[in-house]
């Protein structure tokens, strides 16, 4: 298996989709953590703020990253990409789900609505760590697949 990513010449042999999926995925989990921190450890409505403004802008990066590409006269998609975004698609919604339907079982009980007071930034920001902790699965889904495929 090779596990490097780079050509005899230099070039970068990660398709586009491979190389922006990685870097959402850690910008995702950079996000999370500071959510995490922010939001649900220390009730910082700061970091809720910066959640729900980089959240939405996160496909303009997909959109920036994709003409940056197409400049370099780099080919973007194919057929490969569409199957490879549907399995990333069902990886958001499967880990959306989860973390939702968790979240609902827990609040059913004393223990997980007591830890709801500890301060108001609480759920809000378990709602949004939710969608943060999807959209990781969906792009790490997308990563792993192109690498799978490139070995």
């Not at 959402?24 to 009730?43: K, N, P, Q, R, S």
């Not at 370099?72 to 975004?85: H, K, M, S, W, Y």
């Not at 378990?126 to 792993?144: E, K, Q, S």
Request: glycine residues 8%; contains cysteine.
């Amino acid at each position: 298996m090779k596990f490097w990513t780079r050509g005899r010449d230099g070039r970068d042999l990660r398709a586009f989709g491979e190389r922006f999926a990685w870097r959402m995925v850690v910008m995702f989990a950079g996000m999370a953590l500071y959510l995490t921190v922010g939001a649900i450890v220390d009730g910082r409505p700061t970091a809720l703020l910066a959640a729900l403004i980089t959240l939405p802008l996160s496909y303009g990066f997909r959109l920036r990253a994709a003409a940056d590409e197409q400049r370099r006269g780099q080919a973007l998609e194919d057929e490969r990409d569409a199957v490879i975004r549907a399995h990333a698609d069902r990886a958001f919604r499967i880990a959306a789900s989860c973390w939702y339907g968790l979240l609902a079982l827990v609040l059913c009980f004393d223990a997980g609505r007591a830890a709801l007071s500890a301060n108001d930034c609480v759920m809000p920001g378990l709602l949004l760590l939710g969608l943060l902790v999807a959209n990781i699965a969906g792009h790490a889904t997308v990563a792993l697949l192109y690498r799978r495929d490139r070995t």
